[in-house]
């Protein structure tokens, strides 16, 4: 097991630890647009100091276009998930450091349409003809160890963090015929491995709105 997975492992063990000692507190939850999409969050206060949280969002969209470097893509999303964390306050109020567990999935499938320019991939243009389009997937699917700040519990709620995840699966293939040459897919593979290396850690962000609806 590699130390991301343990120290997930090791936060989702305490979570459910404290959850189980939890006799009362105050309960809120509301509406939270976070990077999954929109959502809703909900916090458990066991203390002054100490509480308990848990969000989720989905991305409700189906197509999206979107040009890098002059090539139109159309990107069709899949993303959902959510985070359970234990929050310290330090000042006895909403405003709290965390940490916890992502779980989630960002996938989407991708293609060009028909490429009319020469393409830059890995450290080589390409010509457009020879190319055709590109289509690809994109998968990055599990649980993550996440550290968060921000003001959490009733009123507004905005956070910051960062997940600690997995590099995603990403395959991407040309639909001419120089798809088959061993040196375009040298480079394709040079371009995929420069894109995956960007993902050793995602950003976090929420902002919301939480409704108390019980009390210590």
Do not use: C
């Amino acid at each position: 097991m590699d130390t991301r997975r343990t120290l997930t492992t090791l936060i989702l063990v305490s979570f459910l630890s404290t959850s189980a000692w939890a006799q009362s507190g105050e309960l809120s939850l509301g509406p939270q647009i976070n990077g999954f999409g929109i959502g809703a969050s909900v916090s458990y206060s066991l203390t002054d100091l100490l509480s308990l949280s848990a969000e989720f969002g989905f991305l409700p969209i189906s197509d999206v276009s979107l040009t890098v470097e002059d090539i139109e893509y159309t990107i069709s999303p899949d993303i959902s998930g959510g985070i359970i964390g234990i929050n310290l306050h330090p000042f006895k109020g909403n405003f709290s450091v965390g940490v916890g567990v992502v779980l989630g999935k960002y996938s989407s499938e991708a293609e060009t349409g028909q490429l009319s320019d020469a393409v830059e991939i890995g450290d080589t243009d390409f010509d457009a003809a020879s190319v055709g389009s590109l289509e690809g997937d994109f998968a990055m699917e599990g649980a993550w160890p996440a550290v968060m700040i921000g003001w959490r519990g009733s009123g507004f709620n905005f956070g910051l963090g960062i997940a600690f995840n997995d590099r995603p699966d990403i395959e991407v293939i040309s639909t001419g015929s120089i798809n088959n040459n061993p040196f375009f897919q040298g480079e394709l593979e040079k371009e995929i491995r420069r894109i995956r290396e960007k993902f050793d850690a995602i950003g976090l962000i929420r902002i919301g709105y939480q409704f108390g609806i019980g009390s210590k």
